[in-house]
């Protein structure tokens, strides 16, 4: 039976993963409330979260780096779509640099977290898991940063008679280290990001690949280099520079998204034509005429049209259809078309698992998160002093994620400053009825039913745009009708409700 023991330990903050998101909170901690005690709590054995977990051939971020990397740290290259091994290296440079890797502790995967109302305290208990130990913290905040996919498994749905094929099957959350390419027929299952990275990097050693999709996806392609960080890197300071260029890549990237969702059909009509430019002896409209609008889901982003390369040169085709069966050599589509495949890579998506697995009970009532509505994208309605760290997902992640890092900040600073105990969001009281998530993408439509809601105004209402977003997290109140103050001292009136 594995050992427990009680820990006296208390921080001030305690920040859940030691990702992108995690990290960052952390610089923020330091930087603007030096004075905060805190630690990072990380399951697995390394840094990086996401970059350090997925290590499947070409794996690369779909959003520049000029916005997905941090703000306090300018990413110093002029290229834009950097692969996982830079990204896992930034992430850890950062974390060196700042002095947050002493933080952070190993193998501790969080599994529930307590409050005390009378305490104003967290109690955080997490499984050690390289050597089984159950230990516990305390902490005044709790800031979760672990994302929301989950890591022990992705998305793998079961297709008929997939036992009886001869080759190798792979998900590419689960890549074999020793997996060899060479001379293989390969099929990939999917039309996401995953997908169309995949696609290029395995046709330049494979036989052959093709490329499966039930649906089509909107892709675009993206010069690998940003020209204008090219430009200024010998013209300027990095640290007047990197502004210039984040801030450029912000509004076309905001610019387009509001262009796709005001005028859809026009935004379809520029992307197919983009597109039958890069493949003109593809038929676009049957593999890259989705029958969503442009940004329903996330649009694909190929560095240098890598992809449209590989379909030019013969390396790789595109198939759209239905899986019958698969068979000893390969998969069997409805429209009786054979792919002969020695190896199928299942790149069919990735499964949710929101705040890590980790259970929440305050005041010895547990937390069902379906039953809490979302406060400026970041807090739970009757959950005091707890953060959760969600990125965008029509822009980059790390947008925000440091909007929102940056005013946990601000939050503990005015807490202190007010002398509070904690900040507790309440729900609007017209209730809520919106998505949290609002992507048609079906890792996102499996898990709905399980996350907050949000309300149809703000402050309960995040809007998808990082301009507006900016105002709302930067500079807008901290006392407003969403937000529930409660004293340090019990008095006459130990709560403030500001309206």
Request: aromatic share 8%.
């Amino acid at each position: 039976m594995a050992a427990e023991r009680r820990a006296t330990e208390h921080v001030d903050v305690l920040i859940v993963g030691a990702g992108l998101s995690g990290i960052g909170a952390a610089c923020h901690l330091q930087q603007e409330c030096p004075g905060k005690t805190y630690a990072v709590l990380e399951s697995r054995g390394a840094i990086g979260g996401t970059w350090d977990l997925f290590r499947y051939p070409g794996i690369r971020s779909d959003s520049d780096m000029f916005t997905l990397g941090y703000a306090f740290k300018p990413w110093k290259d002029s290229t834009a779509i950097a692969d996982g091994a830079a990204i896992r290296s930034y992430i850890r440079d950062t974390a060196r640099e700042y002095g947050v890797e002493e933080k952070i502790r190993f193998h501790h995967q969080v599994l529930s977290a307590e409050w005390s109302g009378d305490e104003a305290r967290w109690t955080v208990t997490a499984r050690r898991t390289d050597i089984g130990e159950t230990v516990r913290l305390t902490c005044s905040w709790l800031s979760v940063c672990c994302g929301y996919y989950r890591y022990d498994e992705g998305f793998r749905p079961a297709f008929e008679g997939e036992d009886r094929f001869a080759g190798e099957i792979i998900h590419p959350q689960h890549w074999p280290e020793d997996f060899d390419a060479t001379g293989k027929r390969i099929v990939v299952i999917g039309s996401g990001a995953t997908a169309m990275t995949l696609v290029p990097n395995l046709a330049d050693v494979a036989a052959h690949v093709t490329m499966l999709q039930r649906t089509p996806s909107y892709v675009m392609s993206l010069p690998g280099r940003d020209p204008l960080a090219t430009f200024l890197r010998d013209k300027l300071p990095g640290k007047l520079a990197h502004p210039i260029v984040r801030w450029k890549n912000v509004l076309v990237s905001t610019a387009f998204y509001q262009f796709s969702q005001r005028r859809p059909a026009a935004a379809r009509r520029v992307l197919r034509r983009l597109t039958q430019k890069q493949v003109p002896d593809v038929d676009v409209d049957t593999h890259f005429n989705p029958p969503y609008g442009p940004w329903d889901q996330r649009l694909c982003l190929v560095p240098d049209g890598d992809l449209f390369r590989t379909l030019r040169r013969g390396q790789a085709t595109i198939a759209t259809g239905r899986i019958a069966t698969f068979t000893e050599k390969g998969v069997q589509l409805e429209s009786g078309e054979h792919l002969d495949a020695d190896v199928v890579v299942t790149a069919t998506g990735l499964n949710l698992l929101a705040m890590g697995g980790m259970t929440l009970t305050v005041d010895g009532t547990p937390v069902e998160l379906a039953g809490t509505v979302s406060y400026k994208g970041m807090m739970l309605s009757g959950v005091p002093n707890l953060a959760m760290v969600i990125g965008y997902t029509n822009a980059s992640w790390t947008l925000k994620a440091d909007l929102v890092n940056r005013y946990v900040c601000r939050l503990v600073n005015h807490l202190d400053a007010e002398g509070y105990a904690s900040a507790t969001p309440v729900a609007p009281p017209e209730g809520a009825d919106q998505p949290f998530l609002d992507l048609a993408s079906g890792y996102v439509q499996r898990s709905l039913a399980g996350l907050p809601k949000q309300g149809r105004r703000r402050p309960w209402k995040l809007h998808q745009n990082y301009l507006r977003d900016v105002r709302l997290m930067r500079r807008g109140p901290l006392e407003d009708e969403g937000m529930t103050f409660q004293r340090r001292v019990p008095a006459t009136t130990t709560e403030k409700a500001v309206a």
